[in-house]
C-alpha cells in the first residue's frame, strides 16, 4: 500500500500518460503547423514531467513509501 504521499506521484504518471496519449491523438489528426507545435510543447512537458515524477518514486521506494 502506498503511504499518502505517494498517492500524488503516481496520479501524476497517471497524468503523464495521458499527456502523451493525447500529444499522439492530436499529432495524428491535426492538420496545420500551430496544432503540431502544440502537441510537441505537450509531449515535451509530458517527458519532463515523467522524469521528475519517476525520480520521487524512486527516492520514495528507497525510503519504503512506494
Do not use: F
Not at 20 to 49: F, M, T
Amino acid at each position: 500500500m502506498l503511504r499518502p504521499c505517494s498517492e500524488p506521484i503516481k496520479k501524476t504518471l497517471e497524468i503523464v500518460n495521458s499527456m502523451l496519449d493525447l500529444a499522439d491523438q492530436g499529432e495524428a489528426v491535426r492538420e496545420d503547423v500551430g496544432c503540431g507545435i502544440l502537441y510537441a510543447v505537450l509531449r515535451d512537458s509530458a517527458y519532463k514531467i515523467k522524469k521528475l515524477a519517476e525520480a520521487e518514486r524512486e527516492a520514495h521506494a528507497k525510503k519504503g513509501w512506494w
